[in-house]
Structure formats: C-alpha cells, structure tokens
C-alpha cells in the first residue's frame, strides 16, 4: 500500500472541485428524468393510436412515427404523436 501525502489547503481545492463536479451531475440526471417521463412509451402508443404493437413497429420501419430508442426501449414524444394523429385525420 501507498500512502501519499496532501497540504490541507490542496485537499479542500480538490473537494470543492469534486462536490461541484457532484453538484452538476445531479443536475444533469435532474433534468433527464424530468424530460423523460414525459415521452411515452410503445404501450402508451399503441393505447392512444388505438394500433397493435405490430402496426406500431411498421409505422416504425417506414418511418411514419418517429422514434428514440435508449438500450432496448422505444419512447416517442408526445408532440410526434399529436402529429400523426393529425395527419391520420386529414
């Protein structure tokens, strides 16, 4: 094992710099999961469209819908979905 030392003055320097580093990325995961949850899911879509998840998957592939997929999971926004519809009616 290594011990190493640091002057008071530099360890608080590196403290301050570390919590403020903490700070703005708790801010950041702040601002995703709020602007998450207001995407909605394939279930919620399929539900509003009134679709089965494989007519969803079709409006996927041929890019009628557009989508966002994190990891495994395909979330759309809202405002996508209230254009398509709208299309739909005309």
């Not at 008071?8 to 590196?14: C, L, N, Q, S, Y």
């Not at 998840?53 to 819908?65: E, I, M, P, S, V």
């Amino acid at each position: 094992m290594e011990i190493v030392n640091v002057e008071a003055r530099t360890w608080e320097a590196m403290m301050a710099r570390f919590e403020a580093f903490a700070q703005r990325v708790a801010t950041l995961c702040e601002v995703q999961d709020k602007s998450l949850q207001k995407w909605l899911d394939n279930q919620e879509v399929c539900q509003i469209l009134n679709i089965s998840k494989r007519t969803l998957q079709t409006y996927r592939d041929n890019g009628t819908l557009a989508y966002t997929q994190i990891n495994h999971k395909i979330y759309y926004k809202p405002q996508e979905v209230k254009q398509f519809i709208n299309k739909l009616k005309k």
